[in-house]
């Protein structure tokens, strides 16, 4: 009787293991993990039956990646037994897989992907005009004679800068032992950048010298430097001139970030006097359009054609919104960055101070007014 029932019974079909290969979040290649047995007869229906029933996303990973064509796909489907242990060879291509993301997060730079781009394109997506692409480097012997005498200059100034270094390496133990009493000593505070109506004068007589193209409070987006915010109100404006002198060295003028750096540009602008001259040109209707800026350290101005500073107005209104500071070095055409205005002359939060408040650091340093 048994073996009428086994002779009753149909055949078993030949099974075989199909494989499929494993992607990682980085839609790399890793390795083969087995998969449910099936029947051979059933091999050929299996890619389209998962395809259509969207089980597997093997297609879609490599339609979108390039990396992994269907060929290999194919291949890695052969007639192989099962790994012994499949978790454990799945595990060690997710462990380095973490490792290289928490290394990248490591490396990648403070900056976030929207100045990233910025800084890649050198084009604000607001802008009316795009400056840098129009300039153009000097020819090779005037940029050589530019940077000799920049050397001569940083000789001259040798001294200075020796003195600088090491007063940076006096303050380091006090910055890591007592930051706060540091400050005071100095003359600094702690502000917040995410609160700058601080940076307004109180005096509104000196808020009405001022253009109001220039009022408010500016975001120096991308700049290279450690100070992010300025009030171009703290300056002195000469109507007839359209110059304004902006001193660094003003209480709540600027604001730095809180490192040592910071702190010693903040003491040296004061003994350097340092300040910036914008010499603005205007329209028939007398709104401004672009500033040539200008450096003045005690009573020297520095050469234009070491460093040559511009601001000019990008906004599409016109109203002094957006600016575009583009740089020139020795000649040479550097990258530039925009000076965004955060807080109108109402005191009001404009769009761009959301910028602000994702890219810049809560707490700063100013000059204590």
Not at 62 to 77: I, L, N, R, T
Not at 128 to 136: C, R
Not at 211 to 226: A, K
Not at 232 to 247: A, N, R, S, Y
Request: aromatic fraction near 8%; glycine fraction near 4%; charged fraction near 20%.
């Amino acid at each position: 009787r048994e073996r009428e029932r086994e002779q009753q019974q149909p055949p078993q079909p030949a099974t075989q293991q199909i494989t499929r290969p494993m992607y990682c979040e980085n839609f790399c290649l890793c390795t083969c993990v087995p998969e449910k047995e099936q029947p051979v007869e059933h091999l050929a229906n299996t890619s389209a039956t998962d395809k259509e029933a969207g089980v597997t996303q093997v297609a879609d990973i490599e339609a979108a990646v390039g990396d992994a064509p269907a060929a290999q796909a194919a291949a890695a489907a052969a007639e192989a037994p099962a790994p012994a242990a499949p978790e454990a060879s799945a595990e060690a291509p997710a462990a380095e897989v973490a490792a290289a993301g928490a290394a990248e997060a490591s490396a990648a730079p403070c900056w976030s992907a929207a100045q990233q781009q910025l800084l890649t394109t050198q084009h604000h997506p607001e802008a009316e005009l795009n400056i840098v692409s129009t300039l153009k480097n000097d020819a090779t012997p005037l940029v050589i004679i530019r940077f000799l005498i920049a050397v001569l200059m940083i000789i001259v100034l040798l001294p200075v800068l020796v003195c600088l270094l090491l007063l940076i390496l006096l303050m380091i133990p006090f910055w890591l032992i007592t930051p706060a009493c540091l400050l005071r000593f100095l003359g600094l505070e702690e502000q917040s950048n995410h609160e700058p109506a601080y940076m307004r004068p109180a005096d509104m007589r000196a808020e009405s010298q001022v253009p109001e193209q220039l009022r408010g409070v500016f975001y120096m987006r991308n700049n290279p430097l450690d100070d992010d915010l300025v009030c171009f109100e703290h300056g002195t404006w000469d109507e007839e001139q359209k110059t304004l002198v902006l001193p660094v060295y003003v209480p709540h003028g600027w604001s730095f970030r809180q490192t040592v750096n910071s702190i010693v540009v903040l003491k040296s602008v004061g003994l350097l006097r340092y300040r910036y001259v914008f010499k603005f040109t205007t329209n028939e209707y007398g709104a401004l359009l672009e500033a040539i800026v200008g450096l003045k350290v005690l009573c020297f101005t520095i050469p234009s054609s070491v460093v040559r500073f511009g601001m000019t107005d990008v906004s599409k209104d016109k109203d002094g919104s957006l600016w575009e500071r583009w740089t020139m070095l020795f000649g040479i055409v550097c990258r530039s960055y925009w000076v965004e205005r955060v807080f109108d002359a109402q005191g009001s939060a404009t769009p761009y101070f959301e910028h602000v408040k994702s890219e810049v650091p809560v707490k700063c340093i100013v000059i204590r007014g």
